[in-house]
């Protein structure tokens, strides 16, 4: 089992910057990767950027350029910081592990309204 703890979340107005972290315990694969989607309300969950553990990355068309993930291993922990926020990244972010099994977070809503 592997248990993932996400933080981070809020509300923030147009143009600005948010951090998400997200902290993985439990059954931890040697190799395995960590990421986040986004589901707004009526659409479907989406791909906002993955890394493995040996740093490669991954990124959704709508938020390359703006996010940016990075990971530290020795925490087990992966984080995504948001920048250049639109209304449109308005969702509930999930953590979500891919080792041998895959585990996702509970969720932490970002909401981004003036």
């Known amino acids: 089992q592997v248990q993932l703890v996400e933080s981070g979340g809020g509300l923030v107005q147009p143009g600005g910057s948010l951090r998400l972290s997200c902290a993985a315990s439990?059954?931890?694969?040697?190799?395995?990767?960590l990421g986040w989607h986004r589901q707004a309300p009526g659409k479907q969950r989406e791909l906002v950027a993955g890394?493995?553990?040996?740093?490669?990355?991954a990124y959704g068309d709508s938020v390359k350029g703006r996010f940016t993930i990075s990971r530290d291993n020795a925490k087990n922990t992966v984080y995504l910081q948001m920048n250049s926020l639109k209304p449109e990244d308005t969702a509930v972010y999930y953590c979500n592990y891919r080792g041998e099994r895959t585990y996702w977070g509970p969720g932490t809503q970002v909401t981004v309204s003036s």
């Open positions: 890394i493995s553990t040996a740093g490669l990355t």
């Open positions: 439990g059954s931890i694969d040697s190799i395995n990767a």
